[in-house]
Structure formats: C-alpha cells, structure tokens
C-alpha cells in the first residue's frame, strides 16, 4: 500500500525515480505498510512499525538508495492526501529510536536530490 510510505518522512510532492538505486518502492511499502493505522486513524504505534522502519533505513544505505526512498515516499503521499497525519508520520524515526541516514528532514518542499 502507498500509504505505508510516508512513514518517517512525512508528505512529499510526487518526483521522478533515479534509474540506478537498488531500493525499489515495493520495499518501502512493504516495510512501511505496518505503520498505516498509526498515521491515518491515530491507533497507537506498534513493534511491527518500528521494525519496518528500522528495517527500511538499515536498506537505504548508498545517496541512491536514501534518494529512491525518498521519491517513494512523494509518490506515497502524493496518493494518500490528507488522510495522512503529517506530524505523526514525522515523528516515527524518534518514536521508535531510529536515527535516519537522511541529512535533511524530508517535508512537501524537500527536493530528493538534495538528499545524502
């Protein structure tokens, strides 16, 4: 599900995919999808969530890859609207005590290519 993807970076404007990055979409959604009720219906975060999370950034290791994630989570949150809680879903990565490799905080106006 798209929505999973806006887990740990919050609402982004759609881009498109860098050609070369290893991480596909499919993994972020898969990894993120755990954490979909806790962004749009405010149910309490759960392990399965913070797994995903951790799991994902342990996978975005290279610029590419942390920049196709990136792009997969604009695309998320381009789909999903304001159903997303945008506040919540910036929130992940300190609630579950994941430290992004991202050197910027991702929001609506992040260009991905500017991610390291």
Partial sequence: MKLACLVFTGMIVASPLIANAALHCTAVDRNLKPCT??????????SECCKGVRNLNSMALTTLDRRQACLCIQS?????????????????????????????????????????
Avoid: E
């Fill in 37 to 46: 009720r806790y962004l749009t219906q405010g149910n309490p975060i759960t």
């Fill in 76 to 116: 998320a949150g381009k789909a999903v609207g304001p159903g997303l809680n945008a506040g919540r879903a910036a929130g992940i990565p300190k609630t579950c005590g994941v430290k992004i490799h991202y050197n910027i905080q991702i929001r609506t106006s992040t260009n991905c290519n500017t991610v390291t």
